[in-house]
């Protein structure tokens, strides 16, 4: 009787499960990351099969947003993260509605024979995971206690590290459902939400928000400034966070948002004394500063209780003890920017083939000799000519116009019809004999 049984169970499983299988998952929750996929079956369906069999040329759907795993005896075996049909042709699971006749009843009957052997059932588990590969929102964390920052100002001369809080949001996005499959919610029987993973993932990044910074910090990134440099901070996090999160996990960050950043109240007074030292290097600034302080004392020395009087009397002391006069670091500042104004020199000119300056007859780097501006009169339409005549508009050269030409060297202004009083080549001066016929 029991071999009867068995025939019997293996013949009618078989058969149960040459129908077609749709499988679909309903639109994923904010809060669900994972999800086992549903079979339709209606009241009205005559599908009875196992709901863990995936019968040849089974469909499965796949959403704009989601990304679906095929697991067969525990091991992915197949995904598909493209919108739309999935057709599912393995021929582990044969059915006569796949197929041609003359194929699939062999099959039929070999599979009918191995669930024979194990008393009518099927030695076979196949599963359909659906994953939310949606960027995951709204992921708040917060550093419970100070944490150190490197503050780089090269213009101020500062390099210190100082304590600073951070206060956001994060999202992230799993980007390898296998790796996520693999190593977090292997075989999860319905959801697996961001409950059971979120507190270990905030734990993991405040950890590494340290390092982060160190990365923000050596692009001379302010730590008040953050709140501008998202992307930064988040690649940064990605690239400390890549083997936990990235490589084992299949999960990558998408974007971190900073609420606030505040750092303790004696590092901001340093840091602000040290900038205010930087600016008074400058003499100009200096003057400025000297000068307030002084307006400040006599207002100052004005309500003395001894007297007006009094007050500036101590002010002149302390003035001829060594005070320093605004008048003399205002006269240091002027020279020190006439000394960074650079000296223009006016026979400077460009090789026009190496762009190299110049101020002798050739260029020092190429030899190409000085540019010889063209001889001839100017209309005024601002063509150069030689003949009576413009070559432009046809007007008649100028009564009076005369160009000169250097008779030593052959040097032409560039207005040759106003030459200097000497040559600035040879030293010649021009005369009558330099007008050019």
Same mark, same amino acid.
């Given at each position: 009787?029991?071999?009867?049984?068995?025939?019997?169970? #293996?013949?009618?499983?078989?058969?149960?499960?040459?129908?077609?299988?749709?499988?679909?998952?309903?639109?994923?929750?904010?809060?669900?990351?994972?999800?086992?996929?549903?079979?339709?079956?209606?009241?009205?369906?005559? $599908?009875?099969? /196992?709901? $863990?069999?995936?019968?040849?040329?089974?469909?499965?759907?796949?959403?704009?947003?989601?990304?679906? *795993?095929?697991?067969?005896?525990?091991?992915?075996?197949?995904?598909?993260?493209?919108?739309?049909?999935?057709?599912?042709?393995?021929?582990?699971?044969?059915?006569? +509605?796949?197929?041609?006749?003359?194929?699939?009843?062999?099959?039929?009957?070999?599979?009918?024979?191995? %669930?024979?052997?194990?008393?009518?059932?099927?030695?076979?588990?196949?599963?359909?995971?659906? +994953?939310?590969?949606?960027?995951?929102?709204?992921?708040?964390?917060?550093?419970?206690?100070?944490?150190?920052?490197?503050?780089?100002?090269?213009?101020?001369?500062?390099?210190?590290?100082?304590?600073?809080?951070?206060?956001? =949001?994060?999202?992230?996005?799993?980007?390898?459902?296998?790796?996520?499959?693999?190593?977090?919610?292997?075989?999860?029987? $319905?959801?697996?939400?961001?409950?059971?993973?979120?507190?270990?993932?905030?734990?993991?990044?405040?950890?590494?928000?340290? &390092?982060?910074?160190?990365?923000?910090? /050596?692009?001379?990134?302010?730590?008040?400034?953050?709140?501008?440099?998202?992307?930064?901070?988040?690649?940064?996090?990605?690239?400390?966070?890549? =083997?936990?999160?990235?490589?084992?996990?299949?999960?990558?960050?998408?974007?971190?948002?900073?609420?606030?950043?505040?750092?303790?109240?004696?590092?901001?007074?340093?840091?602000?004394? %040290?900038?205010?030292?930087?600016?008074?290097?400058?003499?100009? *600034?200096?003057?400025?500063?000297?000068?307030?302080?002084?307006?400040?004392? !006599?207002?100052?020395?004005?309500?003395?209780?001894?007297?007006? !009087?009094?007050?500036?009397?101590?002010?002149?002391?302390?003035?001829?003890?060594?005070?320093?006069? &605004?008048?003399?670091?205002?006269?240091?500042? #002027?020279?020190?920017?006439?000394?960074?104004?650079?000296?223009?020199?006016? $026979?400077?000119?460009?090789?026009?083939?190496?762009?190299?300056?110049?101020?002798?007859?050739?260029? &020092?780097?190429?030899?190409?000799?000085?540019?010889?501006?063209?001889?001839?009169?100017?209309?005024?339409?601002?063509?150069?000519?030689?003949?009576?005549?413009?070559? /432009?508009?046809?007007?008649?050269?100028?009564?009076?116009?005369?160009?000169?030409?250097?008779?030593?060297?052959?040097?032409?202004?560039?207005?040759?019809?106003?030459?200097?009083?000497?040559?600035?080549?040879?030293?010649?001066?021009?005369?009558?004999?330099?007008?050019?016929?």
């Amino acid at each position: 009787m029991g071999l009867v049984k068995a025939m019997s169970s #293996a013949v009618s499983s078989v058969l149960s499960d040459q129908w077609k299988d749709y499988f679909y998952c309903d639109a994923l929750p904010a809060n669900v990351i994972c999800t086992k996929g549903k079979k339709r079956k209606t009241s009205k369906s005559s $599908n009875k099969g /196992e709901d $863990n069999i995936i019968t040849d040329g089974s469909i499965i759907f796949v959403a704009d947003g989601q990304c679906m *795993l095929i697991v067969e005896q525990g091991k992915v075996v197949d995904i598909c993260a493209e919108a739309g049909e999935y057709v599912y042709d393995k021929g582990t699971e044969p059915s006569i +509605f796949s197929g041609k006749l003359s194929a699939t009843i062999p099959a039929v009957l070999k599979n009918m024979q191995k %669930r024979f052997t194990f008393g009518g059932d099927s030695a076979k588990d196949q599963r359909v995971y659906y +994953f939310n590969t949606k960027e995951l929102m709204g992921n708040k964390y917060g550093t419970p206690s100070p944490i150190p920052f490197r503050v780089v100002d090269r213009n101020a001369g500062i390099d210190v590290d100082i304590s600073i809080r951070c206060f956001g =949001e994060y999202s992230y996005r799993v980007t390898n459902p296998v790796l996520f499959y693999t190593n977090v919610c292997a075989n999860v029987s $319905n959801d697996f939400t961001r409950e059971q993973i979120d507190s270990q993932l905030k734990s993991e990044l405040l950890t590494a928000l340290q &390092p982060a910074f160190a990365r923000i910090s /050596e692009q001379g990134i302010r730590y008040s400034s953050l709140p501008g440099h998202t992307r930064e901070i988040a690649n940064a996090l990605n690239e400390e966070l890549s =083997e936990s999160w990235r490589d084992r996990r299949g999960i990558e960050i998408v974007t971190v948002g900073v609420n606030s950043v505040k750092a303790n109240e004696e590092d901001e007074a340093m840091i602000k004394r %040290r900038q205010m030292s930087a600016g008074l290097k400058d003499p100009s *600034l200096a003057g400025a500063q000297l000068v307030e302080a002084q307006s400040e004392a !006599m207002i100052n020395a004005s309500k003395n209780t001894g007297g007006a !009087m009094t007050g500036f009397m101590g002010m002149n002391m302390a003035s001829q003890a060594g005070g320093m006069n &605004p008048q003399t670091l205002f006269q240091m500042g #002027a020279q020190q920017a006439q000394a960074q104004t650079p000296v223009t020199n006016p $026979n400077a000119w460009t090789c026009p083939q190496c762009q190299t300056s110049a101020t002798g007859k050739f260029c &020092p780097e190429c030899g190409t000799p000085k540019p010889v501006p063209a001889a001839g009169w100017t209309c005024s339409c601002g063509t150069i000519n030689k003949g009576k005549f413009c070559s /432009e508009c046809g007007s008649k050269k100028p009564v009076g116009a005369v160009q000169y030409k250097c008779d030593k060297c052959g040097w032409e202004p560039e207005d040759p019809t106003a030459p200097p009083k000497f040559c600035p080549e040879c030293g010649d001066p021009f005369g009558d004999e330099d007008i050019v016929k």
